[in-house]
Nanobody, 123 residues
Framework: QVQLVESGGGLVQAGGSRGLSCVVS????????MGWYRQAPGKQRELVAE???????NYADSVKGRFTISRDNAKNTCYLQMTSLKPEDTAVYYC?????????????????WGQGTQVTVSS
């Protein structure tokens, strides 16, 4: 099986910074895209940032210039560094990974989600 475990959530004041981590473990051949999503109460889950297996990144307009996504392939870990936080950044943050696993006939991609970590930004 494959597990994603996020950490780093908590309460932070507006204007502050917070870092999130997501560790992928289990039966993994390789990891393709990794990303962070968030879901605020009453809203749909939305993409925050994603990073390919190389260095390509993609950010939501609302976080460009404030958030930075990175990954350490040796540690199967993805990071989200959040700065200049705003109350509207308050949400549960979820990590997603596209994991390649071996199958009897070769390899196949699977999508996995973490359990989420709460980030609350106070004004």
């Amino acid at each position: 099986q494959v597990q994603l475990v996020e950490s780093g959530g908590g309460l932070v004041q507006a204007g502050g910074s917070r870092g999130l981590s997501c560790v992928v473990s289990g039966s993994i051949f390789s990891i393709n895209t990794m990303g962070w999503y968030r879901q605020a109460p009453g809203k749909q889950r939305e993409l925050v940032a994603e990073i390919g297996s190389g260095v390509s990144t993609n950010y939501a307009d609302s976080v460009k210039g404030r958030f930075t996504i990175s990954r350490d392939n040796a540690k199967n870990t993805c990071y989200l560094q959040m700065t200049s936080l705003k109350p509207e950044d308050t949400a549960v943050y979820y990590c997603k990974a596209i994991v390649v696993r071996r199958t009897p006939s070769g390899t196949r991609e699977y999508q996995y989600w973490g359990q989420g970590t709460q980030v609350t930004v106070s004004s």
